[in-house]
């Protein structure tokens, strides 16, 4: 399964619409199913949207040649100076290892106003590259060779204060009461409004063949932090 999320919403211009187009159906399983964003924001702890409206939040990645990509991989480059002038361009931050790896940190509004209609959105991918998301075995393995500061990935408060599993626990439960699904048939298209919208993948019994495009990219402003308070 591939939980609740918004598709690139941690990136400095992150996708409007996305087009899915089921070429191939799966067996079993495989829904791209749908929660409506302003209804999730709607019921969450008032408490909860309070903070992450006022701090935003954190994707921290850390970038190791034993698992996941490489820096060279993920930048598509070997020279560290490209990489930093990518990082300053896309408001990424930086740090460079002692052994050579690479640590960022990207900053981003967690509760945005829709482009066109102004309705506040839940916006963010909190719960998805969280590290309780992760199965139970494999994030213990993770903590326990790389320290709770070194995962490949995980989000935090925008303060910088770890996310706890009850907090991404709530989150997917909000989600799953707001989740519309149905079996994708060979030749169906969805339309996702990514803003507006978020989208996750049941697990499923292959072949399974659905292709995404992603269109009208947002202007850096919309998911860019709150420096000076929260989103009215």
């Given amino acids: 399964p591939m939980c609740m999320h918004h598709e690139l919403s941690y990136t400095h211009a992150p996708p409007g619409l996305l087009l899915l187009a089921c070429l191939t159906p ?65 408001a990424i931050d930086f740090h460079w290892q002692p052994d050579g790896g690479l640590r960022t940190r990207q900053h981003r509004r967690a509760v945005v106003r829709h482009p066109v209609t102004g309705r506040r959105c839940w916006f963010n991918q909190i719960a998805f590259l969280n590290e309780w998301t992760m199965p139970p075995e494999v994030r213990e393995y993770l903590v326990d060779l790389y320290g709770p500061d070194g995962l490949p990935f995980t989000t ?35 339309l996702v409004d990514n803003v507006r919208t978020a989208h996750d993948r049941e697990p499923f019994e292959p072949p399974r063949d659905v292709v995404v495009a992603m269109a009208e990219p947002l202007p850096p402003s919309v998911c860019a932090p709150a420096l000076e308070g929260s989103v009215r």
């Fill in 156 to 190: 935090r408060f925008g303060n910088g204060d770890p996310i706890g599993e009850d907090v991404v626990q709530l989150i997917n439960t909000v989600y799953e009461r707001h989740t519309v699904r149905e079996p994708w048939r060979a030749g169906d298209l969805m």
């Fill in 26 to 90: 799966p067996r079993t399983g495989g829904a791209t199913a749908l929660a409506d964003a302003s209804a999730v924001l709607d019921a969450l702890p008032p408490r909860l949207v309070r903070r992450f409206e006022e701090e935003g939040w954190l994707l921290t990645r850390t970038y190791h040649d034993e698992i996941g990509a490489s820096w060279e991989e993920a930048f598509g480059t070997g020279d560290p100076a490209a990489a930093e002038d990518y990082c300053r361009t896309h």
